[in-house]
């Protein structure tokens, strides 16, 4: 399990996290920063939607990418060549700006022996998505958690996503999109595997 990540039934049961009034408080408080009047009729609710919202838009940090994985099979009829889910939408958060990141992720891995439920993979993205992030953080973690808790010859990750913090603020620079890779054992070490993922990608339409 994420060593970041702990479940918990109430929000007591996490030391030191604020009360869902102190998280309220909080966002009036920034309201009133940007000069809003929080007790105008508008936004009288505004508080209360934005903490609930964050409790789904950061609800990775509640979940364990390891658990969502655990679950493997073994019948695969010795299938061993590369297993592929590509074009996994996701939405994160700059760690930076708290402004939205928007993309798509690609996963592949060599399995040895065992497979995992595709759906399962998309899990794992959606959990790493729903932290704050950095993009480059985002593929690593995705990779990891695979290579640990499926042990296959080899994983690959690929993501390209938008960055509102670069499109609304700063450069202001609309459509500039990022891409970052991860390889892992045979994708690390064989570049005709890598070769072979990014013709995958390729093969199926542009990126």
């Known amino acids: ?29 920034l309201l009133r920063y940007i000069g809003e009047d929080p007790d105008r009729e508008g936004l009288l609710d505004t508080p209360a939607r934005v903490v609930k919202s964050y409790r789904e838009l950061f609800s990775g940090y509640h979940d364990s990418a390891e658990e969502v994985l655990g679950r493997m099979f073994e019948e695969v009829a010795g299938y061993d060549d590369i297993v592929m889910v590509r074009d996994i939408p ?17 996963v592949a891995y060599l399995p040895d ?12 993205v959606d959990i790493f998505a729903k932290r704050l992030q950095t993009q480059e953080a985002m593929t690593a973690q995705i990779a990891k958690a695979i290579d640990d808790t499926l042990r296959p010859r080899g994983v690959a990750v690929l993501i390209e996503a938008d960055h509102m913090c670069m499109a609304m603020r700063g450069v202001k620079k609309l459509g500039a999109s990022t891409m970052t890779t991860t390889f892992t054992g045979a994708f690390k070490k064989d570049p005709r595997e890598q070769a072979r993922f990014m013709s995958m990608l390729r093969g199926y339409g542009p990126l």
């Open 113 to 124: 022996g065992r497979v995992l439920g595709l759906s399962k993979i998309a899990r794992a």
């Open 1 to 29: 399990m994420d060593a970041v990540v702990k479940k918990f039934a109430r929000e007591d049961d996490v030391p030191h996290q604020p009360t869902k009034k102190e998280a309220e408080d909080a966002v009036r408080t």
């Open 90 to 106: 996701f939405f994160s958060h700059c760690e930076h700006h708290m402004v939205p990141i928007m993309g798509k992720a690609h």
